[in-house]
């Protein structure tokens, strides 16, 4: 597995692309793409020799999200790359893992399938097994 991207939930994805790209250099890589089952608004920043940045902005429904972003937001997951997602969440599991979301299409992969798992010390990590970001620019 390797680390594909960083997560932070935001408030208003306009105002997180601007920070990003004012304080730390980092461009818009992809077009806004809501995820319908995920019930959010993901966008993709890059910068060149660095990891990718995923912004992702609650839409109506996710309370949850909208309740941490109304506190601040911030970091909200590690993604990890991987060759099979269906066999690492097995052996993710076997180590202690788990699944807080079984495989499914995710928007913002092309409808690749993404997973999410809670390790130790609270860290959401999420799988996938592709390269694949919709709406690149």
């Excluded at 597995?1 to 692309?17: P, R, S």
């Excluded at 809501?34 to 912004?55: A, G, H, M, R």
């Excluded at 909200?76 to 788990?98: M, P, T």
Aim: proline content about 3%; some cysteine.
């Amino acid at each position: 597995m390797k680390i594909d991207h960083i997560c932070f939930a935001v408030k208003n994805l306009q105002d997180g692309i601007a920070y990003w790209e004012r304080v730390f250099g980092y461009e818009q890589m992809t077009e806004m793409v809501e995820n319908t089952l995920q019930k959010v608004k993901v966008v993709f920043l890059k910068k060149d020799e660095s990891l990718l940045i995923k912004l992702i902005e609650p839409v109506e429904g996710n309370q949850s999200l909208l309740n941490f972003v109304n506190r601040g937001g911030g970091f909200h997951h590690l993604c990890f790359k991987c060759s099979d997602i269906d066999e690492k969440i097995v052996d993710l599991n076997n180590q202690g893992l788990l699944t807080l979301v079984p495989p499914q299409p995710g928007e913002a992969f092309n409808n690749n399938k993404i997973a999410f798992l809670l390790a130790r010390y609270g860290l959401n990590i999420e799988l996938i097994d592709t390269d694949e970001k919709a709406g690149i620019l």
